[in-house]
């Protein structure tokens, strides 16, 4: 079984800086794709951020240029940086991988538990 456990999140004023971090544990042959997603009180879960394991990175419009996602593969950690937070960026951070357990594995989706984010105003 793969575990996904989140930290980071907390209390910040606009303007302010958090980072998230998700650790992967269990069989894991490799992370095909990590993501960071959040929802919001009354909307749907969004996609923040992803990369993939070669590299590729992808960003909602609404961030870029104020958060950036990196990974360490030699700890199956992947990190949210998130600087200039406004308000809006208020939800539940949501870690999400896709993961092979072996090397002949089909990729399988996991979830992490979530972290609150609150940017006052």
């Known amino acids: 079984q793969v575990k996904l456990v989140e930290s980071g999140g907390g209390l910040v004023q606009a303007g302010g800086s958090l980072r998230l971090s998700c650790a992967a544990s269990g069989r894991i042959f490799t992370i095909d794709v990590a993501g960071w997603y959040r929802q919001a009180p009354g909307k749907q879960r969004e996609l923040v951020a992803a990369?993939?394991?070669?590299?590729?990175?992808n960003y909602v419009d609404s961030v870029k240029g104020r958060f950036t996602i990196s990974r360490d593969n030699a700890k199956n950690t992947v990190y949210l940086q998130m600087n200039s937070l406004k308000p809006e960026d208020t939800a539940v951070y949501y870690c999400?991988?896709?993961?092979?357990?072996?090397?002949?594995?089909?990729?399988?989706?996991?979830w992490g538990q979530g972290t609150q984010v609150t940017v006052s105003s």
């Open positions: 990369i993939i394991s070669g590299g590729s990175i």
């Open positions: 999400a991988a896709s993961v092979r357990r072996w090397v002949s594995d089909s990729v399988q989706d996991y």
